[in-house]
């Protein structure tokens, strides 16, 4: 009997030096990082990237990345990428964040750099909770969400506010070029993330101005559900306050 043929649907991306990482079964963060790492080598670009990296459980990615890296401090991502693009204005740049890092923390970084047109693509991973500390509640967090720090009753707008809708602010913006949101937990959506990603950097490259990607990605462990459980809670509880879609394009 001869052996079926078989078709090779998906391969480790040639940027990345490693498959080990410290990162949870389930995490949508890989999935979001491996989207960019293709990116980054169809676009031809790997060569002259810098990655900004926040600080949080991607944090595991810059060491097994053929790509050139900047470590920001907490926050501080946007205004690392402002010089790193300033002084080397023909590297292509871009930020990657968490919710805690990006929202919580450095808040007025992100604003701001946006507000000057900083030439540099920011990307936030969403996944509504401190993960690498213990999933504590984030700006991010939605109404309702059960985290480390609000497990009893979930997020409550009188008690905890209301959760911070950064693409949506970016996109008020007059600095901003582009923005748009994206999710990783469904085949189609990772394909729709990719093209909102393609279509960021080409922003970039282009030299139109800032670029914002926001991903939806899953945290079973700081859900407290099962990674086979995500993809629906993502529908359920997030695209609800954070529809997938183009909110800015020029
Ligand atoms: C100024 C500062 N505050 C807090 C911390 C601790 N800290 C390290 S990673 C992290 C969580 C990051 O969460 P997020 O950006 O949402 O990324 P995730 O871990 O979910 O991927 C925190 C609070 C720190 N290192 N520095
Ligand atoms: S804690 Fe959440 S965000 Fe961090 S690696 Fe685990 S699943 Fe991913």
Redesign the pocket.
Known sequence: MSTPELKKVSAKPDLLLSTHH???P????PLALRVILELLAELGVAERTICVCGI???TAFPGIIDVDVLQALHGRAPSVATGAKRVLPDRFVFTLQ?DGDMVSEGLQEIIHSAARGEKFTAVLLN?G?F??TG?HMTSTSVLGQRTKTTMDTGRVAEKHGYPIKIADLIAQVDGSTYVARGAMHTPAAIAWTKRILGEAFRVQLEGEGFSFVEVL??????WYVEPSETPDWIERNFTGTYPLKILKHP
């Open positions: 410290s990162l949870c389930g995490c949508g963060e949080g459980c991607y968490g996944n909770v993960g690498e999933g990605t899953m945290c079973p462990t700081d």
